[in-house]
Nanobody, 123 residues
Framework: QVQLVESGGGLVQAGGSLRLSCAASGRTFSNYGMGWFRQAPGKEREFVAAINWDGGIRSYAESVNGRFTISRNNAKNTVYLQMNALRPEDTALYYC????????????????WGQGTQVTVSS
């Protein structure tokens, strides 16, 4: 059974940084694409960033491109999201997800989800 456990969320002032981590277990981590999504109150869950199985391909939502960086360490079965220059509009519950295949950017291609970690950015 696949488990994804996020950590690293918290409260930060605008302009600050946070690093989210997601530890995976249950199947061969290096075979699958990983992604980060977020959901703000009253809004739909939206794509933030994705990385392919070996880290060679990355994709970002336009709203975070240039500020956020997704990375992975296959030896540690962990994916990361480095968030810099945070804005109040980045406030959301951030979810880690594992794709059905080696890479995906659309929500429907993700089959396993973590419970989420809250990120709150104050102005």
């Amino acid at each position: 059974q696949v488990q994804l456990v996020e950590s690293g969320g918290g409260l930060v002032q605008a302009g600050g940084s946070l690093r989210l981590s997601c530890a995976a277990s249950g199947r061969t981590f290096s075979n699958y694409g990983m992604g980060w999504f977020r959901q703000a109150p009253g809004k739909e869950r939206e794509f933030v960033a994705a990385i392919n199985w070996d880290g060679g391909i990355r994709s970002y939502a336009e709203s975070v491109n240039g500020r956020f960086t997704i990375s992975r360490n296959n030896a540690k079965n962990t994916v990361y999201l480095q968030m810099n220059a945070l804005r109040p509009e980045d406030t959301a519950l951030y979810y880690c997800a594992q794709a059905r295949g080696p890479m995906a950017t659309n929500r429907g291609a993700y089959v396993y989800w973590g419970q989420g970690t809250q990120v709150t950015v104050s102005s």
